[in-house]
């Protein structure tokens, strides 16, 4: 049976962090926690379980995380956040995998609890995450915030039953503050890797996330948080490049073509 390794990245985790932890005991050999100096009790709540407790400065959230992937003992990594926690049926894989793990890595489906309510549809489920894979065989990528583990080009992933449990907005005005938050990152991030934006960009690609989310991906089943979460991807989008443009006018002397 190999050694499981769960890494967790945190700031100000008091929420949810206990049920996080909590449902580790039985499948991890090692738990590890880099925390970007909470101010609540995301150390406390620690100290309560047998954590490998490291503060370190946030570096960035792709960044952070392959940190916590390389402060690892083991090889075998199961990499979760702090608002997320692990399903029956996925505590059962999981023990099932470590007696016979033969892929590099293993996707899990994410299921998001959205002011109370479990999201079934749009681009919210499955929400398809790797989240369990061997540690040097692939790392954290993407545009911040939304980074995402990527195994090698010449490994092939498998997948596992459950879910990865996700407290993601307690309430319609956290998830406003956070779309503003994220899309001005992103915009950021966008901005140095050398993209751009334009005024179609503005209009159509804002257009094409609701559309896609809401009648494609089935979010209208969702009722109200459905309605609600596909115009906030709407919004997200609109946001993002809008701030792109904006960065872009800021910066038009220097600009690169």
């Not at 005991?25 to 406390?44: G, K, M, P, W, Y």
Request: hydrophobic share 35%.
């Amino acid at each position: 049976m190999v050694k499981l390794s769960a890494v967790i990245i945190t700031f100000n985790e008091e929420e949810h962090l206990e049920k996080c932890l909590r449902s580790l005991l039985d499948v991890a050999d090692e738990i590890i926690v880099v925390d970007s100096f909470s101010t609540d009790n995301t150390r406390s709540i620690c100290e309560k379980y047998d954590v490998n407790f490291i503060e370190q400065p946030f570096l960035g959230y792709k960044e952070q995380k392959n940190f916590a992937v390389e402060k690892a003992t083991y090889d075998h990594i199961l990499s979760l956040d702090g608002d997320e926690a692990l399903s029956e049926e996925l505590i059962r894989s999981i023990l099932k995998l470590k007696e016979n793990w033969d892929k590099k890595g293993y996707y899990v489906n994410r299921r998001n609890n959205y002011a109370g309510y479990w999201v079934r549809h749009s681009h919210w489920y499955p929400d398809r995450k790797l989240r369990l894979f061997i540690k040097g065989e692939g790392e954290w990528k993407g545009i911040n915030p939304h980074d995402s583990y990527k195994l090698r080009k010449s490994h092939k992933a498998g997948w596992i039953r459950g879910d990865i449990l996700h407290w993601i907005y307690r309430d319609f005005t956290e998830h406003n503050q956070k779309v503003d938050k994220f899309s001005s990152i992103s915009a950021r991030a966008y901005y140095d890797m050398g993209k751009r934006s334009s005024i179609w960009k503005i209009f159509f690609r804002p257009s094409w996330a609701f559309f896609k989310a809401y009648f494609l991906k089935l979010g209208f089943l969702d009722g109200l948080y459905g309605w609600v979460i596909c115009l906030q991807a709407y919004n997200n989008t609109f946001l993002k490049y809008l701030k792109l443009y904006e960065l872009q006018q800021k910066h038009q002397g220097n600009d690169r073509p």
